[in-house]
């Protein structure tokens, strides 16, 4: 079967975005012998429901793409399920009447099935069905508007973020040339006005962020990585035994985004599918796993509640960069107990964690996480994981996270920023270390310099080991 590059971006961006629909759709359509009775009434609806379409269209008879974009109103685009799937079939069946008339209705054809391919909760399945079954004039109208419409919020992303009141800009720099004298550029972050030494230049609470395992379920929040120090506010999960929260602010956030879904309810069940991927996480010492479980499940979460962000979490982490992650049976395993954990509770997750997604995130992670510290004193000592982070503190660090924003910050062995926790918790700040003028790069060092006892053969050699790339730093570059 031919699968055009839309189909691809499709399956990257709006089926992602509607594993919840996929949930009542498909059920509906196993559970209910009315289903297919309905169809058939919907079709003969369908001549009467075209003639209403008709009048209300009559004044927007789309000539292109462009036209027939413009003339939907994203606003009619029903927000519940039950609304949803009930749009999604009269827009199905009123565009196969309008198509069985001739060319005369094509154009309208269209914007009924583009319409439905909007809501569907499997929009690329939906996409070869129409591929198999519609006039290819009819399909090549749909393909234009799903193009059009995928490149419009593409393009549209850099505009909107990072947001305003953050104080800095994602763009395109200029990073040399290659071989054959073509230009490469890569994305860094851009500070949008002046800054003074040590003016904080904004502040970021992480998309996901997990503890060092060897610190869970005591004496740290689960949810906002603080150190809880008095015994009194401690607010401990009340099905497992295994996090505790340092407030109601925390605990509540957390079980509406991950932790219901996560709990390992160890005091009903001491072997649910949960306690799996915890007891595996805390044996290898490992975060990242669980910190993509997390990830998950937010997503999920953040689309069942039809949140008006335009842009979901896996929006965002795409257009990051990531280090290729070679699959071993360690990943092998961490998949399948991901499956396990999540499987029975999120329809349509099992096939979404394929190998290659799963590596993909790990990669995310492992290039963009940052170490965060807090006020933890550096005499403890805290077993840390072997996954790696960006780090300079020489306090202990007590978890990662990962930020939307500052995960666009260029290394620099002499950078003009430093990442600091001033709340005690994962909500990072950027700390400008040098005079910023507006539209200077903003750098922060990804890596510990030893007080600088580094040689610059050293500094490289690290970078490239862990980031793979060169560092051509000011400083690298200036003792070359
Ligand atoms: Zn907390
Ligand atoms: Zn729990
Ligand atoms: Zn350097």
Do not use: W
């Not at 077993?383 to 960006?390: D, F, G, H, K, N």
Request: overall charge negative.
């Amino acid at each position: 079967m031919k699968t055009s590059t839309i189909v691809a971006a499709t399956v990257g961006t709006l089926a992602v975005a509607s594993i919840g629909y996929a949930l009542y759709f498909d059920s509906k359509r196993r559970n209910d012998p009315e289903f297919r009775r309905k169809l058939k009434k919907e079709r003969k609806r369908a001549s009467k429901v075209m003639k209403e379409e008709e009048q209300k269209q009559a004044t927007r008879t789309a000539k292109s793409v462009d036209e027939a974009l413009a003339s939907i109103n994203e606003a009619e685009f029903p927000t519940s399920m039950e609304e949803r799937e009930k749009f999604c079939m009269e827009q199905l069946s009123t565009g196969e009447a309008l198509f069985t008339q001739g060319p005369e209705g094509f154009d309208m054809a269209a914007i009924c099935f583009y319409k439905a391919l909007k809501v569907y909760p499997a929009p690329a399945e939906l996409v070869m069905v129409y591929q198999k079954t519609i006039p290819p004039e009819v399909f090549t109208l749909v393909m234009g508007m799903l193009s059009a419409d995928v490149q419009k919020k593409q393009e549209k992303y850099y505009t909107v973020f990072p947001p305003k009141e953050m104080n800095v800009k994602v763009d395109e720099l200029p990073e040399g040339v290659t071989a054959e004298g073509k230009k490469v550029v890569r994305r860094g972050l851009i500070a949008s006005k002046d800054f003074a030494v040590g003016e904080t230049i904004y502040s970021e609470a992480p998309l996901v962020s997990s503890l060092e395992p060897s610190l869970e379920g005591n004496e740290f929040c689960h949810y906002c990585l603080k150190q809880i120090t008095e015994e009194a506010s401690k607010v401990p999960c009340t099905s497992c035994t295994k996090v505790v929260f340092c407030s109601e602010a925390c605990s509540t956030p957390a079980m509406a985004e991950f932790h219901g879904v996560l709990c390992t309810k160890d005091s009903e069940d001491a072997d649910t599918p949960e306690r799996g991927l915890y007891d595996y996480s805390k044996e290898a010492n490992y975060k990242y796993p669980g910190m993509i479980a997390k990830f998950l499940v937010r997503m999920v979460h953040e689309d069942s509640l039809n949140s008006s962000e335009e842009y979901n979490p896996f929006d965002h982490i795409e257009r990051l960069r990531f280090l290729e992650v070679r699959p071993s049976a360690a990943e092998e395993k961490e998949i399948q107990l991901l499956k396990l954990a999540l499987g029975s509770k999120i329809p349509g997750i099992e096939e979404f964690i394929n190998e290659d997604r799963y590596l993909t995130l790990k990669g995310k992670l492992l290039y963009n996480a940052y170490g965060v510290t807090t006020s933890l004193d550096s005499s403890r000592s805290v077993e840390p994981s072997p996954e790696q982070l960006r780090s300079v503190h020489d306090s202990p660090v007590v978890g990662a996270g990962f930020y939307k924003v500052t995960s666009y910050m260029s290394h620099s062995c002499d950078p003009n920023t430093k990442i600091v926790f001033q709340e005690h918790n994962n909500t990072l700040s950027v700390v400008a270390t040098k005079e910023v003028k507006a539209g200077e790069e903003l750098h922060s060092g990804f890596i510990d310099q030893k007080n600088g006892t580094l040689s610059t053969e050293q500094r490289r050699q690290e970078l490239f080991q862990h980031y793979r790339f060169k560092c051509m730093c000011s400083l690298c570059e200036a003792s070359e």
